[in-house]
């Protein structure tokens, strides 16, 4: 037997450091080599890194949220192999920004003694009991986790049988054997005084550091328009009814991806990306749309890139593709990155305006809402329309009230007239 120690592998363009999102071994588990061990997020996406080898967890180098250097010993294999140990544990430990997650401490390899000592007769060690740290994200494979979303249960609320407290189908089973909490407690009223402490790690943090440097280092300023798209309405009923086989149906953001390609090839100013330390704008002349896209994991923003090159149905097909990518966990780094001007729609949730952050280093975001029959003064008459709120958002350091209010108002003319779409 031997100790084979893992470092956090290069994952690549220039990442040095990756932060754990989970661990989906725990010490004592048997693993085979290629099986999912890690999950680490990198400023740039986020990636599952395999066992290298077959053998037995003895190790485990940080909690989630804990920052690993690419090249530092994450964890630690019981091998049928001879010991690979290219650094001390202890010198990795000192060095982690996190304590070492193990039940048992790490053993140095011992060489056995020419004449064994009498060995004590093995005594069956009592169940664990686990109990989570508040906050603390429940143990489970992947497939338990999909299996718990599709069947809306909330892991938080199962006990977990396995290995640390891992919760497996079996205890999705019992769960749902005997009812939720919320079933079985009556109508009967408590007053609750618990608090829920949510470590802000992985992309929640991402998020959140994107947003502050966005919000903090750019001056926005928000523009609001209300668009009739009672003829667009109609023109999409009509595309829809009509499609050919293999064509997506289409809903509105292919057609504002279509007239955002005429309105900012006219205006390039809002289709750029700024880079305040070198102070220097970079107008693009192809139009890469970034689709902010809600996941169970947090907000992506993939991208569909030369939408200039698209007709309408190229750019619906690539959109759904790229969103489905994201919410799958399955989207490449190259859908992630890119963008040169980013749309975020609410859809169906709506709202009567909002303040979309932008989406650093672009200089301009636009916020879609949904289309609802509203009455409005058509020719001294009140009438019915189909009408559609958009909000925007600039980086007023480098492009000016005047272009963005162009912008929009370009695309205001576009989508109220959508047969200039393709002209």
């Not at 809903?251 to 955002?260: A, E, K, N, S």
């Not at 989406?359 to 609802?372: R, S």
């Not at 008459?381 to 370009?410: C, E, F, N, P, T």
Request: net charge negative; hydrophobic share 40%; glycine share 10%.
């Amino acid at each position: 037997m031997g100790i084979f120690a893992f470092k956090l592998p290069d994952i690549g363009e220039g990442v040095v450091e990756g932060e754990v999102v989970e661990w989906m071994v725990s010490v004592g588990d048997s693993v085979k080599e290629d099986d999912p061990i890690l999950s680490v997020m990198t400023d740039k996406a986020t990636v599952e890194i395999p066992s290298p080898t077959d053998g037995v967890v003895k190790s485990i180098v940080g909690e989630p949220g804990t920052i690993l250097a690419v090249g530092q010993v994450c964890i630690e294999f019981e091998t049928d192999g001879e010991s690979s140990t290219p650094e001390p544990v202890e010198e990795v430990v000192e060095e982690a920004a996190e304590p070492v997650k193990e039940v048992a401490p790490v053993e140095p390899v011992s060489t056995p003694a020419p004449t064994p000592a009498p060995v004590a007769a093995p005594v069956a060690a009592p169940t664990p009991v686990v109990v989570a740290a508040p906050g603390a994200r429940p143990l489970a494979s992947p497939a338990v986790r999909q299996r718990a979303r599709e069947s809306g249960i909330e892991l938080s609320g199962v006990s977990g049988s396995g290995p640390a407290g891992r919760i497996t189908h079996g205890d999705l089973d019992s769960w749902k054997e005997a009812g939720s909490p919320v079933a079985a407690a009556g109508p009967s009223r408590t007053a609750l005084t618990g608090v829920t402490e949510v470590p802000v790690i992985g992309l929640r943090r991402k998020i959140a550091e994107s947003m502050t440097a966005s919000y903090s280092t750019i001056p926005h300023f928000s523009y609001f328009e209300e668009v009739d798209i009672t003829d667009l309405e109609t023109l999409r009923v009509h595309l829809n009814a009509s499609r050919a086989d293999g064509q997506p149906k289409l809903t509105y953001l292919p057609f504002i991806m279509q007239g955002l390609v005429r309105a900012l090839g006219e205006n390039p100013v809002c289709n750029a990306l700024y880079d305040d330390e070198k102070g220097v704008v970079s107008r693009h002349d192809a139009i890469h749309l970034g689709i902010a896209t809600q996941t169970d994991r947090g907000l992506y923003v993939p991208v569909v890139k030369h939408v200039e090159a698209q007709d309408i149905w190229t750019s619906a097909s690539e959109m759904q593709r790229v969103s489905q990518a994201a919410r799958d966990g399955t989207a490449s780094l190259g859908e992630l990155t890119g963008s040169t001007f980013t749309i975020t729609s609410l859809g169906r949730m709506g709202g009567l305006g909002a303040t979309p952050i932008i989406n650093k280093p672009e200089v301009g975001i636009l916020g879609v809402h949904n289309a609802v029959d509203t009455p409005v003064v058509r020719n001294g008459q009140i009438v019915i329309r189909k009408m559609l709120r958009l909000s925007s958002s600039w980086d007023h350091r480098v492009v000016d009230g005047w272009d963005g209010a162009v912008l929009v108002q370009r695309l205001k003319t576009l989508l109220e007239n959508p047969a200039t779409i393709f002209m």
